[in-house]
């Protein structure tokens, strides 16, 4: 036999290998490694009727004949393919619960975490769920240092404002994005006021709780004070198609396309439940409504609905199938929280799905990137396909009350219709 590592069966997933892989294999071991039925634990009769077709092979005997394989064989015999078992999330807390107990597992443990996931690790430690416990904690702080009434439901109008937008979490790369949108679409003053309450919350909250946090989130940003004046230039569509080459999820490239496609504002999407997808008229119900934003639809390419009903949807399904548990063992999440997060189009983590888009963008650009980008993007590809400014408007949530109302109150109306027509007439198409 090889001196090579054999297969080990409690790796494989042997249920994905079909009866026409398993015959294949044993006729490889038979007639070109000499292997008897007696190394296989099995009798000539049985062999002879697995052969025959008479018997399928079990999972018992395709065990024993992977034990005589090496991975290079099965690869081989397979044709590069080979069915790795998956780890559960049970597995995954065996492991966790004898790194506790074992320091010398423990070590190699984060030595391969730290190699392999440093990212994604590194990026949970960056990311603070705020809850209604720490606004009340702000302002229980601020009325301790004598702040005047008025500068405090000043600093709440912004803090709510913000944490509204970025659905309760604050991260680096969140906190940028949404500045710089505010920043283009509400001026340098309200963008002051906004970064300046943020600070503040974090400081009188957060540096308490969480030094390490504090500092990675405080120093992620900048009060602003005047509006930068060198602009990168937007990224052409042919780029915007390589980024959406590189990135690597399914559902990065689901929100990397709706950004570009639909000019939404990067925080939109992950306010869209399941129940605001109309798939039969290509239609995102985004339902947000704010003083000065009412972005209340926005319209599908029939090849981005393909996509989304071919790929990312089944691939969402899969993710909420093994994640529950872990939501479970998370403090922050109770029965309604999860009940939330399972009812969202896009259920996944914000700040994953911003990195490997910027990752993406930045190998394309050589550059940062920010996702308010996509926005500006989209507004411009608009006007330059003759579009007018009124409808860039509405399609974008920057309408009158009227056209509040009139979209709002209807689920489909004539408007609705003539807006998808001009959004499917010109708008950039990223999977064409």
């Avoid at 489909?412 to 198409?429: F, N, T, V």
Wanted: with cysteine.
């Amino acid at each position: 036999m090889s001196g090579r590592p054999m297969v080990d069966c409690q790796h494989i997933a042997i249920g994905e290998i079909n009866n026409e892989q398993r015959l294949l294999i044993l006729n490889y071991l038979i007639n070109t490694k000499g292997v008897k039925p007696r190394d296989l634990g099995v009798t000539h009769d049985y062999i002879s009727k697995v052969r025959r077709g008479a018997a399928r092979v079990g999972d018992g005997l395709l065990c024993s004949m992977l034990k005589l394989l090496t991975i290079e064989e099965l690869q081989a015999l397979l044709r590069g393919w080979v069915p790795e078992k998956r780890a559960t999330l049970s597995d995954a807390l065996r492991v966790i619960i004898t790194a506790r107990e074992d320091p010398s597992f423990r070590e190699q443990f984060l030595a391969l975490l730290s190699r392999y996931l440093g990212d994604y690790v590194q990026s949970l430690g960056k990311t603070w769920h705020v809850t209604q416990d720490d606004v009340e904690a702000y302002v229980k702080a601020m009325r301790l240092k004598g702040v005047k009434e008025k500068t405090l439901r000043d600093r709440l109008y912004y803090i709510q404002r913000a944490l509204s937008e970025l659905d309760w979490v604050l991260s680096p790369e969140g906190i940028r994005d949404y500045l710089a949108e505010v920043l283009e679409e509400d001026g340098h003053n309200v963008a002051r006021h906004i970064s300046a309450s943020l600070k503040s919350l974090l400081k009188n909250v957060l540096q308490p709780k969480d030094p390490g946090l504090f500092g990675i989130l405080y120093n992620s940003f900048k009060v602003i004070k005047s509006r930068p004046s060198n602009r990168a230039r937007l990224p052409t569509i042919e780029e915007l198609r390589q980024i959406l080459q590189g990135i690597e999820s399914i559902e990065a490239k689901t929100y990397f396309i709706i950004l570009a496609e639909t000019g939404l504002r990067p925080g939109e999407p992950f306010l869209v439940t399941m129940d605001d997808v109309d798939l039969e008229h290509g239609m995102l119900r985004i339902g947000k409504v704010t003083e000065t934003k009412r972005a209340f639809v926005a319209f599908l390419r029939p090849e981005t609905l393909e996509f989304i009903k071919g790929q990312y949807l089944p691939r969402r399904e899969r993710f909420l199938g093994s994640i529950e548990n872990a939501w479970r063992a998370t403090p922050w999440m109770n029965d309604e929280a999860i009940a939330r997060a399972k009812s969202k189009f896009l259920p996944f983590d914000q700040s994953r799905l911003r990195r490997e888009i910027k990752e993406a963008a930045k190998q394309v650009l050589n550059r940062d990137f920010e996702l308010y980008e996509l926005r500006k993007f989209f507004a411009t590809w608009m006007i330059s396909q003759g579009v007018p400014e009124s409808i860039v408007n509405t399609l974008q949530g920057r309408a009158p009350p009227t056209e509040y109302r009139v979209l709002i109150e209807h689920y489909w109306s004539p408007r609705h219709e003539e807006l998808r027509q001009w959004y499917l007439k010109h708008a950039p198409c990223l999977l064409c």
